[in-house]
């Protein structure tokens, strides 16, 4: 999940894999998939996927197109919870005899909340850790990291890291230090998994090269922190 549209939550997917590649899984061990979505522009994330031979899907079963919510309210959809069940069979299908599974959301945390089926309820309907990303920035940053967390909370979802992407280079460490004092204050029962500077993918290298993404990922992102300790994948080779 992430601040809304455009937060990187794809990239850090796609970060994360490289990461899992890189530190020894298998890509049949692993999947990547965005089951519910309103953006069916293929991501690099799905390129990498394709060319790694990840099992992907990019383009769930629950797509909001323009009108979806107005045909919903009037009866013109299936109901939630087969919208639901379906987005569930999906990520099940596709995490059939899988280690690790990625599911990346849509929007911020509350996006089809409408049709109940959000980013929350589909967690909620799992087992599995979330990680937030954050937008760029400290004050309106940490306050709408607040606001999403919140509503996460109030639904009754735990286990929650933060990663806030996109950072300004010229800003990275003054952004980092004031968001590292001040967030656990806001949010103790949050863990704050890292910070990723706005860097173009190309800066790493091609968009399907595992070394050059998991060492523009890794130069940001712990994979002790997060794979290890948050994930809690100790099977992972040394």
């Known amino acids: 999940m992430g601040a809304g549209s455009g937060a990187g939550k794809s990239t850090v997917c796609l970060g994360i894999l490289a990461q899992l590649l890189a530190l020894g899984l298998k890509p049949q061990q692993l999947a990547y998939i965005k089951p519910v979505t309103q953006c069916i522009v293929k991501q690099p994330v799905a390129r990498f ?5 990840i099992a992907y899907r990019d383009i769930g079963k629950l797509v909001f197109t323009k009108g979806f919510s ?3 309210i009037d009866g013109l959809t299936a109901p939630s919870d087969k919208l639901l069940a379906d987005v569930l069979d999906s990520i099940r299908h596709i995490g059939k005899d899988k280690t ?11 996006v089809g909340s409408v049709v109940a089926v959000s980013n929350v309820d589909v ?20 306050d709408n990291t607040v606001l999403c967390i919140s509503f996460m909370h109030t639904k009754g979802l735990a286990d929650i890291g933060v990663i806030y992407n996109k950072l300004p280079l010229s800003a990275f460490n003054d952004i980092q230090k004031y968001i590292t004092k001040r967030l656990p204050e806001l949010l103790p029962n949050v863990t704050l998994l890292g910070f990723i500077g706005k860097e173009d993918l190309i800066c790493a290298g091609d968009s399907s090269n595992v070394t050059a993404i998991t060492r523009w990922f890794t ?9 290890r300790n948050w994930l809690q994948l100790h099977k992972i080779p040394d």
């Open 100 to 110: 690790v599974v990625i599911i990346d959301g849509v929007g911020d945390p509350s």
């Open 123 to 142: 967690a909620l309907a799992l087992t599995c850790k979330v990680i937030f990303v954050g937008n760029p920035g400290i004050g309106a940053a940490i």
């Open 49 to 53: 996927c394709e060319d790694t031979g």
């Open 70 to 72: 107005r045909d919903f």
């Open 219 to 227: 130069s940001y992102i712990n994979p002790n922190t997060l794979l």
